[in-house]
């Protein structure tokens, strides 16, 4: 098994198509089959302010980002071992806890994140 952690960060090859960094947000050890993440996009003022991340959060961030709440994924453990064991997930650093905490922030005050995801992190007392 994958043994996945809040916090772990990871690209998902997908051919040119998806080249953000992905979080998981949530606590796989709580709810294997229900694991969220987030991904962060390049800022721009009609995305999501929520959460705005730059290279001192995370040593992948290049430039001034912000996280697409909109876009976060509900997942189980056995798909990311899936795709892990396929070559399609690249792991990266590890997300600090200051980070941790900032992504969960923002996914406490945006309106975009779907109702599913929210109410498991609510679910892990991870949101209000």
Not at 24 to 43: A, C, F, K, Y
Not at 44 to 54: H, V
Not at 62 to 75: G, I, L, N, P, T
Request: net charge negative.
């Amino acid at each position: 098994m994958l043994n996945v952690e809040i916090g772990d960060a990871f690209l998902l090859r997908r051919k040119g198509i998806d080249d953000h960094l992905w979080v998981v947000i949530s606590l796989p050890q709580v709810d294997r089959d229900n694991v969220i993440m987030v991904n962060l996009t390049s800022h721009a003022a009609n995305k999501d302010q929520s959460c705005i991340a730059g290279p001192a959060d995370h040593p992948w961030i290049q430039h001034q980002s912000c996280v697409s709440y909109r876009d976060a994924k509900c997942v189980s453990e056995e798909k990311l071992d899936n795709l892990r064991d396929s070559g399609e997930l690249i792991p990266q650093d590890h997300a600090s806890d200051e980070f941790i905490r900032k992504l969960l922030e923002g996914a406490n005050i945006t309106n975009a994140m779907p109702g599913k995801c929210l109410e498991i992190l609510r679910q892990q007392d991870l949101a209000d």
